[in-house]
């Protein structure tokens, strides 16, 4: 496609359940990230990966969470043991490199709701 | 330390007026990147404008413009001729070497417009 894809749109889990969120960037870009949008705040850093570099995890808010990109593409974000804190908007976003100077574009999200 | 500043939690606005959001940043990194981008209730993040910290001349895109007053550490988003459709939230972000990796954004101001 033609903009970063992410799936599931909408994710509803009983708390304790680990669930994968995927996100499919642009074709040929290289930096992907994900961030997390809790209601009505500010978008919140997660992790950055950069073509075949080690990622920048600084942002996972506990070692619950956890990324992979495979083959420098599609990305898998892991929350484990779900708590209802993790509900919010997890955003995937990708840009053509690194780098501040490189536009980042976003997908439309994946709506967690831990019940 | 960076920081993104959106004072306007909200701001009101009739068709066709011009609006002016305000966006104030905090870098001692002399080389930065500043970013407008809209969040319609869809969720999608959608980049709207973008303004280097070298750049000369203040950046233009369609009805979109950024003034950017680098002394002041502003860098505020003016939309002319408002349309139904820009309601929406608006984030202001900034990139630096020294942030690493990560956007930086604002808490956001939500646009209304009105007919």
């Known amino acids: 496609g033609a903009g970063v894809s992410q799936s599931p749109s909408n994710k509803v889990t009983e708390k304790g359940k680990d669930v994968e969120l995927r996100c499919d960037p642009i074709?040929?870009?290289?930096?992907l990230y994900w961030y997390r949008q809790s209601l009505g705040q500010g978008l919140e850093f997660l992790i950055y990966f950069q073509g075949n570099s080690a990622p920048d995890k600084s942002g996972l808010p506990s070692d619950r969470f956890s990324a992979e990109r495979t083959g420098g593409s599609v990305s898998t974000l892991t929350i484990q043991r779900t708590q209802q804190e993790d509900s919010a908007v997890y955003l995937c976003?990708?840009?053509?490199?690194?780098?501040?100077?490189?536009?980042?574009?976003f997908g439309e999200g994946s709506w967690l709701t831990v019940v | 330390a960076q920081k993104i500043t959106q004072t306007q939690p909200g701001m009101f606005v009739q068709e066709k007026e011009a609006v002016t959001l305000d966006c104030t940043y905090d870098?001692?990194?002399?080389?930065?990147?500043l970013f407008w981008y809209k969040q319609p209730s869809s969720g999608e993040m959608i980049f709207l404008i973008y303004?280097?910290?070298?750049?000369?001349q203040n950046a233009t895109e369609g009805r979109y413009s950024l003034n950017f007053q680098k002394a002041r550490k502003s860098a505020n988003l003016v939309i002319s001729a408002s349309q139904l459709g820009d309601s929406a939230m608006y984030f202001c972000?900034?990139?630096?070497?020294?942030?690493?990796?990560?956007?930086?954004f604002g808490k956001g101001t939500t646009l209304s417009v009105s007919s």
């Open positions: 976003a990708s840009s053509l490199a690194g780098g501040f100077g490189n536009t980042i574009y």
């Open positions: 972000a900034m990139a630096s070497y020294q942030a690493g990796t990560a956007l930086i």
């Open positions: 870098t001692s990194d002399p080389s930065y990147g």
């Open positions: 074709s040929g870009h290289t930096a």
């Open positions: 303004q280097g910290s070298y750049d000369q």
